[in-house]
């Protein structure tokens, strides 16, 4: 994840977990959101917004 040196900074610009492509994520930041890599496909989930951190998505067996 990249962010300025602002510590009160909304800007957030984190990367995929799978491949660090720079995922940008709309308004509304929210723990249990999915969002969907566009290179790789991977659906990942906001598990914490300060400091915002993703998770890849588990498949269902």
């Not at 990249?2 to 800007?11: K, M, R």
């Not at 914490?48 to 269902?60: G, I, T």
């Amino acid at each position: 994840m990249t962010t300025d040196d602002s510590p009160n900074n909304p800007t957030l610009a984190p990367v995929c977990p799978e491949c660090d492509t720079p995922l940008k994520l709309s308004t509304g930041i929210n723990i249990g959101k999915i969002v969907e890599c566009p290179s790789c496909g991977v659906e990942c989930e906001i598990i914490s917004v300060n400091p915002l951190k993703l998770a890849p998505l588990e498949e269902e067996k």
